[in-house]
């Protein structure tokens, strides 16, 4: 339905769309599709979620502000995203309904690596194109285009599963206002001296042909050999291996010294070998130069390094590679060592390897490895235990490389984003994850920001050449470098910095782009108007309230938001955050596009065939071999496609799931278990507005009403499970506050109140117990549908119009009151009386469905009561025993009087007789039970023959024992079962 806003607000109409018309009869069954169209176009054409800064910063309302992690642009939502949107829409609508001016703010992640590998993937699939045959601006087109097309589609997803948000506050990482406030803090960041240019070992992807962050690479442990699937290798590359080879002296090359490594090929850079001082072994040849086998000019010296050697280690002697591992760039720092890189940007060998040059990295493993073998250098391969780093969005196999890049100082920042958890001003949920926070903001390393992409935040510095001055500028030297937030800015600086006329001055601007994460970095401030300080937003809405994300982005993005925030605002972006568990598929294994489990949440919404899931799997670009498994777990977890749900109730359910603690491991049945939950309301209130007529003007107090049991029960758990709700809500306990509001519309609600208020509507019945009920009724849907409106707000909408008294509501549910705990209401008294009241009623029942008694016999029943006190209040409610136990007659005395009865012990003080007498055949009854006994006592022996195993209580798996256990108290009848031993022995 969101075309009908977007056209209506293309011609300035969008104010003119109607309320959705609720005044035709209620369907027979809850239709999701039918009951959540139309009502988010009039929500947003209402400005309901638009949030006014005025009435904030004119005291008239509190502000609670909350931030979308926005999604890539690189295809469309899953069913993990929809549990962000089901936590953090419940939590404004919430904040909103309880007077806050609430804004959530959308937008949209330009994805630099991930788009670009997206859009690269689709080139080369469809058109048999790369990037570098487009250049960079056809390319940097095309994948606006991109953009343009899935943005939309994910935004359109928030709609559909009703997220409240402030459309007039929509961004895009890379739309103009956030590039502008980029660049103006990347400008900030490098005045302080905060951002750095340096040469450095970085992360270097072959694959993307990019560095990425220390963060962004995973360490796979190898424990033996294997071979690892590596991009542009058709075989496994084979790891684990610890290859010994030697180096001969320059002087007499019948001596040598042994050295080991991981990666053989990296020896074509090797500048020196290693010794410790100390050790005698290696003292007389520190100095000596060695013969390099393949680059006969390299120079090669020994050296000693007492902080690299462990002599106690192999051979005590350790080539030094200082531009392809970070240990022996330390000692190359040291030791003044020369930096030979070997690589090409494409993981291929450059000119520095010799007769290797144009062999890609790991052919070239092999090549130098049998090369050595045959001159007789290498001197064995043992197995090795090691950790391989492993490119996040690639899988490729990182490469340590020096590069010149663009560095974000860590130290101090880092601190103070510490400090802030340690003091308290800043709170993380669960707490659990602060010695995670601890770890890494103790210990954190300078942030390599440069990325070698074309997608992204173009970098803001400009290397200068001046002539007559700087004819030759070095890229490594950060004095040659202008840094401004435009070319015609960088120009100034470089006129005065170089005292020289434009004409002498030639200004190239860096051809990377900044990190994702630096741009994702000051999203509580750009999306609010920052670097204007005197944005209204700014001042009305920052910081923030909650950051509420997933635990694998911590580091990612909370941490950049809270250390970015602290430098360039001197404030922290936000209060709280409160971090959820991941959504994973019913194996267990999180959803990602790269493995084919993504469940969009439009499929689970509207359903799905199969076919059409088997499709989307086919057109994708992910590797065959992963299409295949994709499509073998669909076969298997969804054989007749996905059901129909509703947007109401994926929401629900994961936020059911909250409460069980741990990863979710989404499963399709337990969404459609809460669609029949959403039908339960459904009819429950259909049921219910039979009762209320439809000029119905609620009292408002109904204290002064003729109120029955059922009613001050009913009341009394409202108010109890409206406190539970908002303490959720605050405490930041979702799952519970679900359950809780589960058990008041199914069985407080439906199961006993609708039912016990029955008689109240019988033409015989008192006035004053039918207005009493009638207005305890109405109060109940009202204030239950706007508990529920945070979890279910199409549903709940759509039952809140068809409420009567519109006096008594709000325009739209959306903007009702939240309710609050009323203490008058509360009664602790009450449930423990109806506890005893419902034991009898299931007693009752039991022996009804034990006897098979048919529905259209009404036993009378007799309570034997031997409490004064319990006596009282069962005399006082036998109506209500009768009219949900739905039997004949009741009563309650001190003895028996009824004959041919069935007793049934509720407790030690109470019990209950039924008169069964000319509504069953004893005879058969009693065999029935005989024949269930034995049933019983025969499962009873041979779950006690498996207990008594030898060594059961230390072999047995404790799931297996607590089976058995449960198995003997399930089949562990009462003395000949109650109810044979109370069998009449006549009819």
């Known amino acids: 339905t969101w075309g009908l806003y977007k056209l209506m607000e293309a011609k300035g109409l969008a104010h003119l769309i109607p309320k959705k018309d609720v005044t035709h009869p209620m369907e027979a069954t809850y239709e999701p599709v039918k009951v959540e169209a139309g009502w988010y176009d009039w929500w947003v054409s209402k400005g309901f979620f638009h949030a006014n800064p005025d009435k904030v910063l004119s005291k008239e309302k509190k502000p609670f502000t909350i931030l979308i992690p926005p999604p890539n642009v690189t295809g469309s939502l899953h069913a993990g995203h929809a549990l962000f949107i089901a936590i953090q829409d419940a939590v404004t609508r919430y904040k909103r309904m309880s007077g806050y001016e609430a804004l959530w703010i959308p937008g949209t992640d330009h994805a630099g690596i991930a788009t670009q590998t997206v859009v690269e993937k689709t080139l080369t699939k469809t058109e048999k194109l790369s990037r570098h045959d487009l250049g960079r601006e056809k390319f940097i087109e095309r994948v606006w285009e991109w953009k343009k097309n899935y943005g939309e589609r994910i935004l359109n997803q928030f709609k559909v599963m009703g997220c409240s948000l402030d459309w007039d506050r929509c961004f895009f990482t890379l739309d103009e206002t956030r590039s502008k406030a980029v660049n103006e803090a990347f400008c900030i960041m490098a005045n302080k001296g905060i951002i750095f240019r340096n040469s450095r070992i970085v992360n270097w992807c072959s694959a993307l042909r990019t560095c990425i962050s220390d963060i962004e690479v995973e360490h796979l442990e190898i424990k033996e050999p294997t071979r690892l699937k590596v991009p542009g290798y058709t075989e496994g590359i084979e790891v684990g291996y610890l290859t010994h080879f030697a180096y001969k002296l320059k002087e007499d090359p019948s001596k040598e010294i042994v050295v080991a490594t991981t990666r053989l090929e990296t020896m074509l850079g090797d500048v020196a070998v290693a010794v410790h001082p100390d050790d005698k072994r290696y003292q007389e040849l520190i100095g000596k130069e060695l013969i390099h086998p393949f680059i006969k000019d390299r120079k090669i010296k020994i050296i000693a390094d007492k902080i690299l050697v462990n002599m106690e280690f192999g051979t005590g002697a350790v080539k030094v590679t200082p531009a392809h591992d970070p240990n022996d760039y330390m000692c190359g720092e040291r030791n003044k060592l020369e930096q030979i890189n070997i690589l090409n940007d494409d993981g291929t060998i450059n000119e520095n390897g010799g007769e290797f040059k144009g062999m890609k990295r790991f052919d070239a493993r092999k090549a130098v490895f049998f090369a050595l073998e045959k001159m007789g250098q290498i001197k064995g391969r043992t197995k090795n235990v090691m950790a391989i780093a492993i490119c996040q969005r690639s899988g490729d196999i990182i490469e340590p490389m020096i590069k010149p890049q663009w560095f974000v100082r860590g130290a101090e920042m880092g601190k103070r984003a510490a400090d802030a958890v340690r003091e308290k001003a800043l709170k993380i949920i669960p707490e659990t994850h602060e010695k995670i926070w601890f770890q890494f903001m103790d210990n954190i390393r300078d942030w390599c920001i440069s990325r070698q992409l074309w997608w992204g935040h173009r970098i803001p510095a400009y290397l200068c050449t001046v002539k007559g001055v700087l004819e030759n500028p070095d890229s490594n030297k950060q004095e040659h470098w202008v840094i401004a937030p435009s070319k015609e800015a960088a120009m100034e600086v470089a006129k005065k910095r170089f005292g020289v006329t434009e004409d002498k001055i030639s ?42 994300t997933g635990t694998d982005i911590l580091f990612f993005w909370v941490a950049r938001m809270v250390m970015m925030s602290l430098t360039l605002y001197d404030k922290l972006p936000f209060s709280t955050v409160f971090l959820h ?35 989307r799997l086919k057109e994708s670009t992910l590797p065959q071999k992963e299409i295949d498994r994709g499509m073998n777990v669909t076969k298997k977890e969804f054989p007749d496609g996905i059901p129909q749900c509703s947007s109401d109730s994926l929401r629900f359910s994961l936020l059911v799931y909250m409460s069980q603690g741990g990863n979710i491991n989404l499963d399709i049945k337990r969404v459609v278990g809460y669609r029949h939950f959403c039908n339960k309301i459904w009819n429950a209130v259909k049921f219910a507005l039979m009762y209320i007529p439809p000029d119905f003007k609620p009292l408002p107090d109904l204290s002064k009403l003729n109120l029955s049991f059922a009613d001050r029960w009913m009341l009394s758990n409202l108010t109890e499970v409206t406190k539970k709700i908002i303490d959720g809500f605050e405490n930041y306990n979702f799952g519970e506050a679900a359950n809780a509001l589960y058990d008041l519309w199914l069985h407080k609600l439906c199961d006993i109140y609708l039912e016990a208020i029955k008689p109240a509507f019988h033409s015989k019945a008192d ?61 602790p008294n009450i449930e423990e009386n109806m506890t005893l009241v419902m034991n009898i009623i299931e007693h009752v029942r039991s022996m009804i469905a034990t006897l098979n008694i048919p529905s259209k016999f009404k036993p009378k029943m007799q309570v034997h009561c031997r409490d004064p006190a319990k006596f009282g209040i069962i005399a006082l409610n036998t109506g209500f025993i009768t009219t949900l136990a739905k039997i004949g007659d009741s009563e309650v005395g001190k003895d028996k009087t009824l004959d041919g009865c069935i007793m049934s012990v509720v407790n030690p003080a109470v019990d209950v007789y039924l008169q069964v007498k000319g509504i069953i055949d004893p005879k058969v009854e009693i065999a029935r039970l005989e024949k269930k006994i034995k049933q019983l006592e025969d499962m009873a022996m041979k779950t006690k023959k498996k207990m008594e195993i030898k060594d059961y209580d230390t072999k047995v798996p404790e799931d297996v024992k607590q089976k058995n256990k449960d198995c003997l108290l399930y089949t562990s009848p009462s003395p000949r079962d109650a109810t044979l031993s109370r069998m009449p022995s006549s009819a």
């Open 767 to 827: 006035p004053t117990i039918t207005l009493a009920a009638v207005n305890t009724l109405y109060k109940c849907l009202n204030q239950i549908l706007r508990l529920t409106h945070p979890f279910m707000p199409f549903l709940t909408e759509e039952l809140y119009q068809r409420l009567p008294a519109p006096e008594a509501k709000a325009e739209s549910i959306c903007i009702a009151s939240f309710p609050a705990f009323e203490p008058a209401l509360f009664d």
């Open 507 to 548: 200004l190239e601007q860096d051809p990377d782009v900044l990190d994702t994460w630096f741009s994702s970095g000051i999203l509580p401030l750009s999306s609010l108007g920052w670097p204007n300080l005197d944005h209204k937003d700014l001042k009305a809405f920052f910081p923030t309230d909650l950051l509420e």
């Open 581 to 615: 568990n991941l959504v994973k598929d019913a194996q267990g294994q999180k959803m990602s596009k790269s493995k084919g489990n993504v469940i969009d949440p439009l499929e689970i919404i509207s359903g799905c065939p199969q076919e059409t899931l088997i499709k």
